[in-house]
T-cell receptor
Framework: EPEVTQTPSHQVTQMGQEVILRCVPI?????FYWYRQILGQKVEFLVS????????KSEIFDDQFSVERPDGSNFTLKIRSTKLEDSAMYFC???????????FGQGTRLTVV | QKEVEQDPGPLSVPEGAIVSLNCTYS??????FMWYRQYSRKGPELLMY????GNKEDGRFTAQVDKSSKYISLFIRDSQPSDSATYLC?????????FGKGTLLTVNP
């Protein structure tokens, strides 16, 4: 069964460093998303991406964040200068567009020290 | 008022019980409703997806949507210890999902 894959599963970085989280969405999906979940809190929307453009973004997704689809398979989230409060699970998701259902990857646990 | 409200529990039931999980919402723009299951430190796994008022059944799971009351439910029949997880309701408007906080369910053998 097709699945969304994310790498790495765990990333530890020092405050102020740049990190890139990687995702391979399901191959026939067209819409890609990043969500995050701070420990003990709910899953929060960050950004949606379609046709090489951001479709929608949340207030969390400020200038420190960027997304890219560098080739036909990968979808990345970059955090330019990490802060302690960026520590969270980051989930990539994909779907064929509304109204279809979104499928999530297993997440990257980001720890900023 | 929060967009999506979900009782975080925890909820503990004996094996074989019927489980009822619920969410309420305030945003009329939500058109599509999902239930995800999440194990600790794992990604959300889609269980059920509905977009109209009424019931949808899949095996031991039934999803119910009442748009007039802005209320959705997930019922689990004959619950098993393997059903122990956090259950997340999620609602879609345009290009994003808005999640509830999740209900932690434990099914005891």
């Amino acid at each position: 069964e097709p699945e969304v894959t994310q790498t790495p599963s765990h990333q530890v970085t020092q405050m102020g460093q740049e990190v890139i989280l990687r995702c391979v969405p399901i191959s026939n999906h067209l819409y890609f998303y990043w969500y995050r979940q701070i420990l003990g809190q709910k899953v929060e929307f960050l950004v949606s991406f379609y046709n090489n453009e951001i479709s929608e973004k949340s207030e969390i997704f400020d200038d420190q964040f960027s997304v890219e689809r560098p080739d036909g398979s990968n979808f990345t989230l970059k955090i330019r200068s990490t802060k302690l409060e960026d520590s969270a699970m980051y989930f990539c998701a994909s779907d064929r567009g509304p109204p279809t259902e979104a499928f999530f990857g297993q997440g990257t646990r980001l720890t900023v020290v | 008022q929060k967009e999506v409200e979900q009782d975080p529990g925890p909820l503990s039931v004996p094996e074989g019980a019927i489980v009822s999980l619920n969410c309420t919402y305030s945003n009329s723009a939500f058109q599509y409703f999902m239930w995800y299951r999440q194990y600790s430190r794992k990604g959300p796994e889609l269980l059920m997806y509905t977009y109209s008022s009424g019931n949808k059944e899949d095996g031991r799971f039934t999803a119910q949507v009442d748009k007039s009351s802005k209320y959705i439910s997930l019922f689990i029949r004959d619950s098993q210890p393997s059903d122990s997880a956090t259950y997340l309701c999620a609602m879609r408007s345009n290009y994003k999902l808005t999640f509830g906080k999740g209900t932690l369910l434990t099914v005891n053998p």
